[in-house]
């Protein structure tokens, strides 16, 4: 999902601007930890993905594997894609793997097939390396996607990357290097959230933490949500025969309060860091818990309002 944690929209001038007019109050009390939080949105700087946080991220995941998930949807355009070829020996090249989904899923469906899975974070690497050991056709390395230097152009049959592209500082830049290595004819199977659930709760959060309008998260899932954006973007980069559909699942944070909390809390995960904030973020995100989702049967915490958008592009 989000693997190059940097969004365009937080750090462009006017976002920037903005957390300088937020944060000003901030800085007689603690004025090196404003001036590095500014000063990082406006550089644009990507926040660390540490094991802790690739953890978390593994337990957010495993929901894409609802049947209104990514995993599923993705999978079935691949299918399509793979029906008109004459071999099912085609090559994958999966962008901001995370712990190696969607790469395992279509290894699994497709054992002719040649899967390679990238991530720019080291630790989610590692965690898709070892799904590799049953996988033989299947390999995972760290690769930046705005710099696909690994790999040489027109080389995969296909590039899929589920919920990567709002995150790396130049998003055009990745768009263009997936369309480089690309072979024509090939497609590019991508998701990016129009909605994020949780987003909603962290903006509660944060909004109690700041007593005002906050800056926009270092991690913000919906840097594409604006209609057209995306298709934009991958038209430009000379991606055609676009296929755009949009699709909803409920995300089930387990029953465990502190996975709960660091789930729901991890798009701003860098800030509170920075701003020490922690015992008022868990104070605030009891506050308004209740607003954004509710317990199921099993005793599961349940965020429902999430809503993503799937492109299928041709080169």
């Not at 337990?59 to 049947?67: A, F, K, L, Y």
Request: charged share 20%; net charge negative.
């Amino acid at each position: 999902m989000i693997n190059r944690f940097a969004s365009v929209v937080s750090s462009s001038g006017k976002s920037a601007g903005l957390a300088a007019r937020v944060l000003s109050p901030l800085r007689q009390q603690v004025p090196s930890v404003a001036s590095r939080l500014i000063a990082r949105q406006a550089s644009q700087e990507a926040p660390s993905f540490d094991a802790e946080v690739s953890r978390i991220y593994k337990i957010i995941s495993e929901n894409h594997r609802h049947p209104s998930g990514p995993w599923v949807t993705m999978l079935e355009k691949i299918h399509n894609y793979a029906n008109q070829l004459p071999k099912q020996d085609f090559s994958v090249l999966d962008l901001a793997t995370g712990p190696g989904e969607p790469a395992e899923t279509i290894a699994r469906q497709f054992p002719q097939a040649t899967i390679v899975a990238t991530d720019i974070s080291p630790d989610q690497v590692a965690l898709a390396q070892r799904m590799t050991e049953t996988l033989p056709h299947m390999t995972a390395q760290v690769a930046d996607m705005e710099n696909l230097v690994d790999f040489d152009d027109n080389n995969f049959d296909i590039v899929t990357c589920c919920y990567g592209f709002m995150f790396p500082p130049d998003i055009p830049k990745a768009v263009n290097e997936a369309y480089r290595v690309l072979k024509p004819g090939g497609i590019l199977v991508a998701t990016t959230w129009n909605r994020v659930g949780m987003m909603e709760k962290v903006q509660g959060i944060m909004e109690r933490i700041f007593e005002e309008t906050p800056p926009k998260p270092p991690i913000n899932p919906l840097s594409l949500a604006e209609p057209g954006l995306f298709e934009s973007i991958l038209g430009d980069a000379g991606f055609h025969s676009l296929q755009v559909s949009t699709h909803e699942y409920p995300m089930d944070l387990t029953k465990d309060p502190e996975i709960q909390f660091k789930a729901s809390t991890l798009p701003v995960k860098a800030t509170l860091d920075e701003l020490d904030a922690w015992a008022k973020a868990k104070e605030a995100y009891e506050a308004v818990k209740m607003d954004h989702g509710g317990y199921n049967d099993n005793g599961h915490w349940i965020v429902t309002g999430n809503e993503y958008k799937l492109t299928v592009a041709n080169k």
